[in-house]
């Protein structure tokens, strides 16, 4: 027994001799931490001027690259630099203020950053989110201030034989108050849907914020879905067969057809002037809408002389001046729409002449108008500075 009990004491004796008097043994065997995938790993990170620092864990990839929407010219993309975890890793910038996406190209695949929660949709392409902060994305940043709210709204369209969903944004103190309200129409441009000013565009968040300046009056916006023959969103709509359409005229595509033009009127604005405490004469209705939907927008006042006080158009405009057009346009003028506004970029290749064209046949027919030109091209970045410069002069 005793025999025992000393080789037991020498045993856990010298392993703990053996533990203690090696350190740099232990520091040697001692596993390295390996960063997460999107729990220890900051991406992006913003640094106080505006650099932004990327990163993303990948061990085995032989090449990992930057796609950014700030990026142009002959530079489509950075190269991350990988260290001895398998973390890659790049500082770029300073960068200008502005809400952009961005996407890595791991071993020739694109990928969302997935340290980044934040993720916007444009059609079918995803996006990770980057906002960087300053003057130029103030109006466009959430903030500590009252919020309206937003839903999701399924509605008949008799008009397309569908039942389709459109979002509506309510301002601050909606539900709590008794007053009715102005609506502005807001319409997506091809490729786009329902949801598109609300992720890319960032309409709730810009009308936040000029409300709570006191720059814009409150107001109801409606974004509804520009595509005839879908009912929602891809992977919210439901299967369903496509609606017959009647053939596309010279302008080209479903965007020509005029069957969702008649829906708003007769469908959507209906609906919203029932289910919603809104302001209904001409005077308290507004309606724009980006390239296509600036399509939409210029056909439905000009069929519907009566139904709209102010009217934009960003990135669109008139490619051909017929008679006809002209004498719609002097009977849209009789009707003294209080604001006609048309904005786009100078580098816009799709519209900018479309749109000089528009703004000169406003300022020949005596509209009050107001033609925006700004630097870049067919972006949201200018669609948002739109937005953010056309709904202070609503509704006044």
């Known amino acids: 027994m005793i025999l025992v009990s000393f080789c037991l004491f020498m045993f856990f004796s010298l392993n703990v001799i053996s533990g203690q008097d090696n350190p740099a043994r232990q520091a040697q065997v001692a596993p390295r931490p390996i960063p997460r995938m999107g729990s220890r790993i900051t991406s992006p990170e913003i640094q106080p001027d505006n650099k932004v620092i990327f990163r993303l864990y990948a061990p085995k ?3 990992v690259a930057l796609n950014g929407e700030w ?3 002959a530079v489509t993309r950075e190269y991350l630099v990988r260290n001895d ?5 790049t500082t770029l910038g300073p960068l200008p ?14 990928i969302l950053d997935p340290s980044n929660p934040q993720i916007k949709r444009d059609g079918v392409r995803n996006a990770s989110v980057l906002l960087v902060p300053g003057k130029e994305s103030d109006s ?17 369209s008799p008009t397309l034989s569908l039942t389709r969903r459109m979002y509506i944004y309510t301002p601050p103190g909606y539900e709590n108050s008794n007053s009715k309200y102005p609506v502005l129409y807001l319409l997506h441009g091809g490729g786009g849907d329902e949801d598109a000013w609300t992720t ?4 709730p968040v810009i009308l936040d914020n000029l409300i709570a300046q006191s720059k814009a009056k409150p107001m109801i916006i409606v974004m509804t879905n520009g595509n005839a023959n879908q009912a929602a969103s891809q992977g919210d709509s439901p299967v369903l067969p496509v609606p017959e359409v009647r053939p596309p005229t010279a302008t080209g595509g479903m965007a020509a057809t005029g069957r969702f033009e008649e829906s708003l009127v007769k469908d959507v604005v209906p609906y919203i002037e029932r289910h919603y405490r809104v302001l209904k004469d001409k005077n308290n209705r507004a309606i724009a809408g980006l390239s296509m939907g600036g399509g939409h927008t210029q056909r439905i006042t000009l069929t519907n002389p009566d139904m709209f006080a102010y009217i934009g158009i960003f990135s669109a405009g008139t490619r051909n001046v017929t008679e006809e057009l002209e004498n ?29 064209a528009l703004a000169e046949l406003l300022k020949n027919d ?14 949201w970045a200018n669609w948002r500075i739109y937005l953010s410069e056309m709904a202070p002069l609503l509704f006044q």
């Not at 203020?97 to 694109?110: A, H, I, K, Q, S």
């Not at 890319?200 to 309409?203: E, I, S, T």
């Not at 048309?342 to 479309?354: E, S």
């Not at 108008?369 to 067919?378: L, N």
């Open 140 to 156: 466009y940043t959430v903030k500590n201030i009252p919020h309206g709210t937003l839903s999701k709204v399924w509605y008949e």
């Open 61 to 63: 990839s032989v090449s």
């Open 200 to 203: 890319l565009g960032r309409a």
């Open 97 to 110: 203020p502005e809400f952009y996406g961005y996407t890595f190209l791991v071993d020739g695949v694109n």
């Open 366 to 379: 005596g509209f009050k108008y107001i033609f925006r030109e700004t630097p870049g091209g067919h972006t």
């Open 328 to 356: 719609q346009f002097k009977v849209l003028k009789s009707k003294n729409p209080k604001l006609y506004w048309v904005g786009c970029g100078v580098k816009d290749p799709l519209a900018y002449q479309g749109s000089k």
């Open 71 to 73: 990026m142009s010219g």
């Open 85 to 89: 975890t398998g973390l890659w890793s």
